[in-house]
Every structure is written in C-alpha cells, then in structure tokens.
T-cell receptor, first 117, second 111 residues
C-alpha cells in the first residue's frame, strides 16, 4: 500500500517570502507520479505541479518548484514570492502507474498555508 | 471549456432520506471517481468507474452506491444518509493515467 505523509498541518508565510511544504511517501513501486494540489476556500482541487518519478530533474511551474529526493522518498514544494492568493490547503498526492487499470490518487492529510501581509 | 461539473453545489438532506449527487464531464475521459472529503481531512476514494466497470474501495460503506449511465454522467447515491456522511463529495475524471480533473464538489449537509 502507498502512503503519503505531510507533517506540517499549518504554516504561515508573509507575502513575498518563500515557504517550503514537506511531504514524504512510501511505496515499493518504481513507476509513479507525485503531485501537489491546491484547494482554496472555494474548494475546487487545482493541480499545482507534477513530478514523474523517473525524471531526476525537479519540476518547476513559475513560482512553484519541488525538491524530489527519490531515495529518501521526499517531495517538498517550494513557493517563492508568496502571494495572498496562495492561501489554501495544499495536498501532496501520489499515483502508481498501472497498465490497463485506472490509476488512483492517494492524498496526504494536507498543509493549510496562510499568506499574510 | 471542457470541464467536470457537479450539481448541486450545496445539498441538504434529512437523516435517512435517500439523496443523489451528480457529476458530468465534457472531457470524454473514460474514468470517473468519487471522493469523500470531511472537514480538514484528505479526500478519500469511495469508488471509480473504468469505462463501464465499477470498482468499489474495500472500506466504502454499502450505504454508498454509484451509477454511470453513459460516458458523460456519473451519480453518487446515498441510500440512508447519516450525520457522519456530511462531507464534501468530489468528482474527478481521468483517462486512466495521472491526468485528473476535479469538479467543484458538492457539500452535503444531513439534518
């Protein structure tokens, strides 16, 4: 079974500062993907960034980047130049890629991020 | 725009009264999922359809059922809602790979 652990239930960061959210996971599979999802108070789950496990290069999307340490099974999210609109619950999630069946997302428990003035 | 639409956005039902939540998609994805998300918790997968094949999670209560009459629509039926079933219900679709698209969710209140 796959598990995802987010050890920071809540975090706070000042606008324009940088914050890092932690995530660790456990799996015996080799073909998998990792994600960070954002869920603002409006509640729609939005994909922030995706990392393929076979890629060594860390994924980046504008102000969002990850630090993927495969051996350590660690997948942290760095948000640079934080904005008020980044206030949300952030979920780390994991999918094992299977052939012929649907892939199922496993979520961590989430980190609530508050961006302050 | 292609999307996943959940109706209604908010649903109030009486304890024990059957309720149905709906999800539609214009993405033509072959997989549709239903997640339950209780307050401040991670979403929990209830079941999914891979094309017409229904796949139930082992710990999903029998009180929860689902129907998928065609590719575009999927319904979540709660036969006898209890207070513990109050939650946000999220519908998601994918092509069977990692590309999930989520709807906005239906918040269910049981009174």
């Amino acid at each position: 079974a796959q598990t995802v652990t987010q050890s920071q239930p809540e975090m706070s960061v000042q606008e324009a500062e940088t914050v890092t959210l932690s995530c660790t996971y456990d799996t015996s599979e080799n073909n998998y993907y990792l994600f960070w999802y954002k869920q603002p108070p409006s509640r729609q789950m939005i994909l922030v960034i995706r990392q393929e496990a076979y890629k060594q290069q860390n994924a980046t999307e504008n102000r969002f980047s990850v630090n993927f340490q495969k051996a350590a099974k660690s997948f942290s999210l760095k948000i640079s130049d934080s904005q008020l609109g980044d206030t949300a619950m952030y979920f780390c999630a994991f999918i094992v890629r299977y052939t012929g069946t649907a892939s199922k997302l496993t979520f961590g428990t989430g980190t609530r991020l508050q961006v302050t003035l | 725009d292609a999307m996943v639409i959940q109706n209604p956005r908010y649903q109030v039902t009486q304890f024990g009264k059957p309720v149905t939540l709906s999800c539609s998609q214009t993405l033509n994805h072959n997989v549709m999922y239903w997640y339950q998300q209780k307050s401040s918790q991670a979403p929990k997968l209830l079941f999914h359809y891979y094309d017409k094949d229904f796949n139930n999670e082992a710990d999903t209560p029998d009180n929860f059922q689902s129907r998928r009459p065609n590719t575009s629509f999927c319904f979540l039926d709660i036969r006898s809602p209890g207070l513990g079933d109050a939650a946000m219900y999220l519908c998601a679709t994918s092509r069977g790979d990692y590309g999930y698209t989520f709807g906005s969710g239906t918040r269910l209140t049981v009174v």
